[in-house]
Structure formats: structure tokens, C-alpha cells
């Protein structure tokens, strides 16, 4: 054991008391001996590092460096294990802070494994939970999410999924500009065995986002697939329903615009008045009549559908106090006169009609006074109390006649008092 020590270390040699020439020879004849293996050693290490000052701290980083990746892996393994663990619950959900701890190189290994482990159920709480995700971590996550787990479950889909296609909806509703560009634009060039949840996905936006969407689809398209004709005709499908919808609308689509507001219709002193001139303003009174009566309230607004005898005599009943209907007659009569009798309607007939006119308007001014003419409101309901007040203050006049007072039998006629604003008591 000694001389093996002593071959290791000359200087045990000298600690032990022996000859310095022992020590030298002893020396020579294992440096002789070494010679061989430093310079396999010096090799390899040639081979292997180069040649400086910080060769130590180097080899000593490269033993270091496998112990952290080691490290690594079990607390990803830990991450993963935990998070489909929460996501497989009833009502679970993803907690992002467990993903902070990641880098990018290791978070989308992760990904990919969840998604293998993922059943439905599990799937449609994570968009539950990216629904709920902050803005750093919808920066952060909902790119890797998409792409490397929602992603290939579309992909993998061999039939219909209600929870899937549900969950992708919600998805909809809150990212929609995401989902186009990281689900809807790579499965169009993708092999789907199922094309039931692409077609949700297009259904699901408004018709305003499937013009953008069929613009995608022709930008995107590599080679036309078979389930592509489906997706084609049910962006058709909602365009045409548009299409026929907005057909439909225009026979009712009626407006009555201010005819004289253009300047080539004002006539200037002196100047010569068209032919049609005085028609156009008997047009515009009647809209200026009506701002007149919808002034003191909007309900009484007249539909351009709507006939403008009806409507005046609705809405002016009360303050004309029901002597005025000739009146409207007279000016409804002269109003279509003018706007479709072939005849002549000059400054004459205009006269007359702006006479009709004006006091049709100072009886609209007395609407203020008056409530709703249109529908019995609960301003227009009597009140118990101030009938009773009446009644007493009228007494005597709704008393019958003496004689069918206790007399044993029904009277023949009943006495009815009457109110004010052709209201009967309650």
C-alpha cells in the first residue's frame, strides 16, 4: 500500500525520509511511464475541447448542464400529469400560472402530449378556460393552444363531437379573428374525416365575417378537396338567404323626403315658377304638419305607408273637437290633388291649401294641452278620487226623477253624466 503511494506522489518520498536520488530515479522511471498515457490524454482532450484558459469552468458546465435538463423533465412531466388531471374534472379548468415555469421549447412538447390525453370532456373545459384568459396570457398561450392542440383533435375527429363543437363556438363568440386565422385558414388544406365542425365554425359567424371567410378560402386553397363543395355551398346558401332577404325588404322601404331642400327648387323674387313647383310644397307641408304633431309626442309619427287621411283624423280629433273633420277632408283632398291628379295645381289651388293648412297646424300647437290621441294611456284613466270629487259637486243632476225613487221597479231610462273630454265616470 505504501509503495503504491509512493508511485502516486513522490513527495510522500521525501515526507517519509528517503534519499533525494531514490526520489529522482524513482521519478524519472514514472514520468517514462506516464509519458505514453499524457500524450493519449492530451489527445483526446484535443479532440474533444479546445485548448484554453477556461478549459475547467468549461468542463465543468457540460457536467452541469445534463443535470438540469434532467431536472427539467420531471417537472414538466409534473405540469402535464396536473393540468389534464383539472381539465378531466366536472366544470375543471387550466391554471396558466403552472405554464410560467416553461420556456417556449419546452411548453409545446407539453401540448403535443395533452393532446393525446385529452378526451372531449377535457378539451371543451380548456376553451372554457381560454375564454377566461387575461390579455398577456391570451398573447402568450392561445397561438401554441390552437395550433398544437385544438388543432389536431379537429383533424383526428372521425365523427361528429356536440362537446367539441361547442366549446369551439364559445371560442368563436370571444376570439373570432384568432380562430380564423389559427383553426378556420389550416383546415382548409388539411385531410378532415368530419367536416361537421368546420361547418359549425363557418355558421357560426355573421354574414358580414363570411365574406372574409370566403376570401380566406380562395386565398388559401392549395388543391380543391371534397369536403371543400360542402363549406362552397353553404357560404352560397348564406348569401343567397341575404340576397332574397334584402329583396324582400324593398317593396316595404318608403321614404318621404324634403323635396324643396334642393336649391334648384327655390324660386328667387321675380322669378318664374316651374309647373310642379307649388306641388312640391304642398308635399313638404304635410311633412312639416306632421313634425307639428309629433313635436308634443313621437308615437303619434306617421309611417310613409301609412294613409294621411287616417292619420290626421286620428291624431287631431281631439283638439278639432270633431267639427274639424270637414276640414281635413277639404285638405286631404287638395294634398292628393296635388301629388297625383294629372290636372293643373297652380297658385290658386295652393292658396286654398295653405289656408287648410295653417289651421290644421294651429290645432296641432293644441296637443300640448291634450293627452295621447292615439291609444288610451294611464294619463287618460280617471282617477277614483277626482271622479268621486265630480260626482259630488254634480250631485244633483244624476239624481233620477222623483218618482222611480223606492218605487219598486227598474227605471226606464238611465241618466249618464258627462265629463270633460268626452270621458263617462267610472
Known amino acids: 500500500m505504501k509503495d503504491n503511494i509512493a508511485q502516486a506522489n513522490p513527495m510522500w518520498k521525501v515526507i517519509a525520509g528517503k534519499n533525494e536520488e531514490e526520489i529522482c530515479s524513482e521519478s524519472e522511471n514514472s514520468d517514462n511511464d506516464e509519458e505514453p498515457n499524457q500524450m493519449n490524454e492530451s489527445q483526446i482532450h484535443d479532440q474533444l475541447l479546445p485548448s484554453t484558459q477556461f478549459y475547467f469552468t468549461q468542463a465543468e458546465r457540460t457536467i452541469v448542464e445534463p443535470e438540469k435538463s434532467v431536472a427539467a423533465s420531471p417537472q414538466r412531466c409534473d405540469i402535464l400529469e396536473s393540468a389534464c388531471e383539472s381539465l378531466e374534472r366536472n366544470n375543471g379548468r387550466l ?138 355551398q353553404n357560404f352560397l346558401s348564406s348569401f343567397k338567404k341575404e340576397i332574397e332577404r334584402r329583396i324582400e325588404v324593398i317593396p316595404r322601404i318608403q321614404y318621404e323626403p324634403q323635396l324643396i331642400s334642393d336649391p334648384r327648387y ?68 287638395l294634398y292628393e290633388h296635388a301629388r297625383h291628379d294629372p290636372t293643373e295645381f297652380g297658385d290658386e289651388e295652393y292658396q286654398v291649401y295653405t289656408r287648410l293648412f295653417l289651421k290644421l297646424m294651429d290645432a296641432a300647437r293644441l296637443l300640448k294641452s291634450y293627452p295621447s290621441s292615439r291609444k288610451s294611456s294611464p294619463s287618460r284613466t280617471p282617477i277614483k278620487k277626482n271622479v268621486e270629487t265630480k260626482r259630488n259637486i254634480l250631485e244633483p243632476r244624476m239624481r233620477p226623477p222623483e218618482e222611480q225613487i223606492l218605487t219598486g221597479s227598474r227605471p226606464n231610462t238611465l241618466t249618464v253624466m258627462t265629463l270633460d273630454n268626452s270621458e263617462t265616470s267610472v
Not at 134 to 151: A, D, G, M, S, V
Not at 190 to 209: G, H, P, S
Not at 283 to 296: G, P, S, W
Open 266 to 333: 327655390i324660386l328667387t323674387p321675380g322669378g318664374q315658377a316651374p309647373p310642379h313647383y307649388y306641388r312640391l310644397k304642398a308635399v313638404d307641408d304635410v311633412k312639416t304638419l306632421e313634425a307639428e304633431i309629433t313635436r308634443y309626442d313621437n308615437c303619434l309619427k306617421k309611417h310613409p305607408s301609412e294613409n294621411l287621411r287616417a292619420y290626421l283624423l286620428t291624431t287631431l280629433a281631439t283638439p278639432l273637437n270633431g267639427n274639424g273633420q270637414r276640414l281635413i277632408h277639404q285638405f286631404c283632398d
Open 95 to 232: 391554471d396558466f400560472a403552472q405554464l410560467e415555469n416553461l420556456s417556449y421549447e419546452d411548453l409545446i412538447p407539453v401540448m403535443d402530449e395533452m393532446a393525446g390525453k385529452l378526451s372531449p370532456k377535457g378539451i371543451y373545459n380548456l376553451c372554457a378556460s381560454m375564454n377566461h384568459m387575461t390579455i398577456e396570457q391570451r398573447i402568450k398561450y392561445f397561438n401554441i393552444l390552437c395550433t398544437h392542440l385544438l388543432l389536431p383533435k379537429i383533424i383526428e375527429l372521425e365523427e361528429p363531437s356536440r362537446l367539441l363543437s361547442s366549446a369551439i363556438v364559445e371560442c368563436i363568440k370571444n376570439f373570432p379573428d384568432e380562430i380564423q386565422q389559427f383553426i378556420f385558414v389550416p383546415l382548409l388544406n388539411a385531410e378532415l374525416k368530419d367536416t361537421m365542425l368546420i361547418t359549425t365554425i363557418v355558421n357560426t359567424f355573421d354574414l358580414q365575417k363570411k365574406i372574409f371567410l370566403l376570401e380566406e378560402f380562395l386565398a388559401n386553397v392549395k388543391e380543391l378537396k371534397s369536403w371543400h363543395i360542402s363549406i362552397l
